[in-house]
Nanobody, 123 residues
Framework: EVQLQASGGGLVQAGASLRLSCAAS????????VGWFRQVPGKEREVVSC????????YYADSVRDRFTISSDNSNNTVYLQMNSLKVEDSAVYYC????????????????WGQGTLVTVSS
């Protein structure tokens, strides 16, 4: 059974950093693309960043580029999202997800989802 466990969220002040982790069981990341998405109440889920574990390609949303870094540790079957210089508008529930074919950053193309971890950034 494929399971994803997202963790690392919390309450921080603007300008602080957090590192989110996405641990997988039931499969290995090294053959698939993994994405981080976020959602706030009343809004659609939006992509934050994606990584292709096969060739290392990365995608970042414009809003997080140069502040967030996605990485993959295949030995631990974990994908990380390092978030620096956090802003109030980064507050959301963050989800990790896996797509089993192809490459892209549309949420509907990701087949497996974790339960989400809440990030709250205060001013």
């Amino acid at each position: 059974e494929v399971q994803l466990q997202a963790s690392g969220g919390g309450l921080v002040q603007a300008g602080a950093s957090l590192r989110l982790s996405c641990a997988a069981s039931g499969f290995t990341f090294d053959k698939y693309a993994v994405g981080w998405f976020r959602q706030v109440p009343g809004k659609e889920r939006e992509v934050v960043s994606c990584i292709n574990s096969i060739d290392g390609r990365r995608y970042y949303a414009d809003s997080v580029r140069d502040r967030f870094t996605i990485s993959s540790d295949n030995s631990n079957n974990t994908v990380y999202l390092q978030m620096n210089s956090l802003k109030v508008e980064d507050s959301a529930v963050y989800y990790c997800a896996v797509r089993t074919t192809g490459w892209g950053h549309r949420a509907q193309e990701y087949a497996y989802w974790g339960q989400g971890t809440l990030v709250t950034v205060s001013s």
